[in-house]
């Protein structure tokens, strides 16, 4: 049976925390999603971006020409992944590009008021604010791993309430990063500090994946009504469908199918190419016996990346069809022996 894939302090790399995200080489890899000539065309088309690609989005100066690229990857696999759903959501000529971190002290910056910035001004991305407020003094960075790891063997013995606490000490001296705030989020969930979760929710502009690791957490410990009190508050300012999926498997422990339905298509609708959304809508539609339209879209899933889905999907497509074959086996004989009489 599947069950939402959660993000959890066990899966924190201490080793990538330590060194933290610029330390792997001088180049990372990003996507290329619009290039044009003049700074204008550019500004309008980061303008009209969703806000969870905007957020994302660096531009570059080459000559007359100007490039956005997407996200920052030193993973290519991951990257080409993005890549795919970037492309089913409409940017069809996007490509994967290599570029010197050396580079990023040139990027600009788009301003809701005023033109594009002086190409001489230096402007960093907030990853680079980070690294270099947080962990460029030898001090500071020592006392956040120490945090770091106390909260991580926490975490590893049961501790949910000391883990979130050294999380919170690791975060306030340092690790701003987006992974220690959604472990900080998950743990919300998991020992149902609401308050914290809500104050954490409001300064963060990556609401929609806090949502879901706090949703994903509360879920784990089995506080489905806090969980889902929280997820449907603030299901208005998500776009993605994490937060739909969340409610649908809610939902689904509760016994309620028609609303897991209702929220699994709802996930499924708002991103057509995630496989977890897909193999969901497809298995409430299973669940509630159309067995037609769950074939169809258990198909679907077999193009997946990822092969869990895959494995899923094909053995309940087979189940589906050796149904299919022994009912339709079992009406020939009825309707045979019938004839008979």
């Keep these: 049976m599947f069950s939402a894939l959660v993000l959890c302090a066990a899966e924190v790399d ?28 550019t500004k309008r088309f980061v303008s009209k971006l969703p806000a969870g690609m905007k957020e994302n989005v660096m531009v570059f100066q080459s000559g007359k020409y100007y490039a956005v690229r997407y996200g920052y990857e030193h993973n290519l696999t991951r990257l080409k992944k993005i890549l795919y759903k970037i492309k089913e959501r409409g940017y069809k000529d996007s490509f994967l590009v290599k570029m010197k971190k050396s580079r990023l002290k040139e990027m600009i910056k788009f301003f809701e008021k005023g033109s594009v910035v002086e190409k001489k001004k230096i402007v960093k991305t907030r990853i680079t604010k980070n690294i270099q407020k947080n962990f460029n003094k030898p001090k500071n960075r020592k006392k956040t791993i120490f945090f770091l790891n106390r909260a991580h063997d926490f975490y590893r013995k049961g501790a949910f309430g000391k883990s979130l606490e ?27 500090n609401d308050k914290l979760f809500e104050k954490l929710l409001f300064n963060s502009k990556d609401k929609e994946r806090l949502l879901y ?22 299901r208005h300012t998500t776009y993605s469908g994490f937060c739909d999926l ?67 999907a094909q053995l309940r497509i087979q189940q589906i069809y050796l149904y299919k074959m022994n009912r339709n086996r079992l009406n020939s004989n009825t309707r045979s022996n019938d004839a008979k009489r």
């Design 14 to 41: 201490r080793k990538s925390e330590k060194r933290g995200p610029f330390s792997n080489s001088g180049y990372f890899y990003t996507i290329q999603i619009f290039s044009a000539k003049g700074p204008e065309s």
């Design 166 to 192: 050294f999380y919170l000490k690791a975060y306030n001296s340092g690790a701003k990063e987006e992974k220690t705030l959604a472990n900080i989020a998950f743990l919300c969930g998991k020992t149902s």
């Design 213 to 234: 690791a706090y949703g994903a957490g509360a879920i784990e410990s089995g506080f489905l009504e806090n969980a889902k009190k929280i997820l449907i508050k603030y």
């Design 246 to 312: 969340l409610l649908g498997l809610i939902s689904e422990k509760e016994k309620d199918l028609p609303k897991a339905l209702y929220f699994y298509k709802a996930a499924y609708k708002k991103d057509i190419s995630n496989p977890f959304f897909i193999y969901s809508y497809a298995r409430a539609l299973d669940m509630a016996g159309d067995l037609e339209k769950a074939l169809k879209i258990y198909k679907k899933c077999l193009s997946s990346a990822d092969n869990r889905v895959v494995e899923y």
